[in-house]
């Protein structure tokens, strides 16, 4: 073991210097890159079935249903409550709101022929 085998020390038997263990460690470097295999670009999950944008969308979709229901029913108790008409408002408001739910799902859908103003706003 007489010293670096490359031939690049600092004298015969003596370890490396700094800058020698650099310049070697950018040549390797270099090497290895030249050899990787590119990768290769990640697919994009917006077009794919069953991804999150579908998953988005059927959230949405839902909460607009529950929450036009859930509304026609809180406003029906709230009407039979102060004006003693159990159990007519909450009936009649109850159905309201179903509508109102479809009309909102149909509306974000784009089903009905009109978009929903946000959607417009954000140029969907």
């Given amino acids: ?13 003596g370890p490396p210097d700094d800058g020698d263990l650099s310049a070697r460690l950018k ?7 030249g050899r990787r ?12 079935p069953g991804g999150s944008a579908q998953l988005g969308q059927a959230m949405r979709l839902s909460t607009e249903f529950i ?3 859930i509304a026609g029913g809180i406003l029906g108790y709230l009407f039979d409550h102060l ?6 408002g ?5 159905m309201l709101g179903f509508i109102t739910g479809i009309y909102n799902v149909m509306r974000v859908s784009g ?9 417009r706003r954000e140029g969907s």
């Fill in 1 to 13: 073991m007489s010293g670096d085998p490359s031939g690049t020390g600092s004298g015969p038997g």
């Fill in 27 to 33: 040549r390797l470097e270099t090497q290895l890159e």
């Fill in 37 to 48: 295999p590119k990768a290769a670009p990640a697919p994009a999950r917006a077009g794919t």
């Fill in 67 to 69: 929450a036009g229901v």
């Fill in 83 to 88: 004006f003693g008409t159990k159990p007519w």
């Fill in 90 to 94: 909450m009936i009649v408001l109850l």
């Fill in 111 to 119: 089903f009905s022929g009109q978009k929903a103003e946000k959607d």
